[in-house]
């Protein structure tokens, strides 16, 4: 009996047991935050603005939490990302119309999806090269079609941008007595549906469990008549697909190009599925997991500067500092589960 069945018969498993450790230590930070900081954590909106904020970090994550989950890695994610925006803001300011932007984002992630899965599953290169040549591929690309910042300038995409989602009986009272109704962006909405969708793709179908499979132990899912090949090359491509789709949100919150856009989104978002219980080798990880993971991550960057440090250096400093705290949380845990396995 392979490792991977013997983790899906336990009553809760190493990756329950590190998304649970993730949710505790956000929900006890943030509440810490309310009784020590006050302020804007008093308010629900706060939760709202991370969650504006970071729509195309916590999609990016969850394509990422997928190929970290098959044994893989893909740093070519911010870069990706960056090209999606600069593409479209270009083609939308140029006459573009509004579905065929979508559909150009789709594809340009798609396109890195393929051709870098592609060269790690089938020609079994490896994955970091891969991905680092994609990286500064995708930069190289982003600098060609413009230096220079480029704004959208374009009357639809401008009323998609300004939508919001209000809820008034989540909103808060203002200083001058006014009620302010819980604001959403709509680029929310879709990294919700895109955690969710991940979520049973890695839950209830075969192919998610395939990815845990071939994470866990490559030769036992040979054995267990698993294609590992097509496997990881489909995480990649989900990956790609996922970072179109948060290109176009990121464009969706910011509204305009840059050749910096994404700048260090990829390292943001391992750091992400890393805290949220996602391990670097492979087979343990929730998508979950990795959301929360990405809200501990931002939340601890609002404490720093809502603390009154606003140089960020502050902010890189608590990241690596919490960013190993979880990873030797993780260690420990795991070692004490396989003790008592072996008991």
């Not at 230096?147 to 009986?169: C, T, Y």
């Not at 993971?293 to 690596?320: A, D, E, F, H, R």
């Not at 919490?322 to 072996?342: A, G, N, Y």
């Amino acid at each position: 009996m392979t490792d991977f069945m013997k983790k899906s018969r336990e009553p809760f498993t190493d990756t329950q047991l590190l998304m649970t450790i993730t949710i505790g230590i956000f929900v006890g930070m943030y509440i810490l935050a309310m009784i020590f900081l006050q302020g804007g954590f008093l308010h629900v909106q706060q939760i709202a603005d991370l969650l504006n904020d970071n729509t195309s970090l916590i999609i990016v994550a969850c394509g990422l939490t997928i190929v970290m989950i098959g044994g893989g890695i893909d740093i070519s994610v911010g870069a990706v990302t960056s090209l999606v925006v600069m593409s479209c803001v270009l083609y939308l300011n140029n006459g573009g119309n509004i579905f065929v932007s979508i559909l150009l984002a789709l594809g340009i992630g798609l396109a890195f999806g393929v051709v870098q899965g592609f060269l790690i599953s089938y020609l079994e290169i490896q994955p970091f090269i891969v991905t680092l040549a994609g990286m500064f591929f995708a930069r190289g690309l982003t600098t060609i079609l413009s230096v220079n910042p480029q704004k959208v300038d374009h009357e639809g995409f401008a009323d998609l941008m300004s939508s919001r989602i209000e809820i008034p009986w989540l909103g808060y009272t203002a200083n001058n007595g006014n009620k302010i109704p819980l604001r959403i962006e709509i680029g929310v909405v879709v990294a919700i549906v895109c955690v969710i969708a991940v979520f049973f793709l890695l839950r209830k179908f075969r192919l998610g469990r395939n990815f845990y499979a071939i994470g866990g132990n490559q030769q036992s899912a040979l054995m267990l008549g698993i294609n590992v090949k097509r496997t990881r090359f489909l995480s990649y491509v989900i990956s790609g697909l996922l970072c179109g789709i948060a290109g176009y949100t990121f464009m969706m919150h910011t509204g305009a190009g840059n050749a910096t856009n994404a700048a260090g989104m990829e390292m943001n978002a391992i750091a992400s599925a890393i805290i949220g219980g996602t391990l670097l080798t492979g087979g343990v990880g929730s998508v979950v997991g990795t959301f929360f993971g990405t809200m501990t991550l931002t939340t601890i960057k609002k404490i720093v500067v809502s603390s009154g440090l606003n140089q960020p250096w502050w902010q890189s400093i608590t990241t690596g500092g919490m960013l190993c705290f979880f990873i030797i949380l993780q260690s420990v845990v795991l070692k004490r589960r396989e003790k008592k396995r072996t008991l």
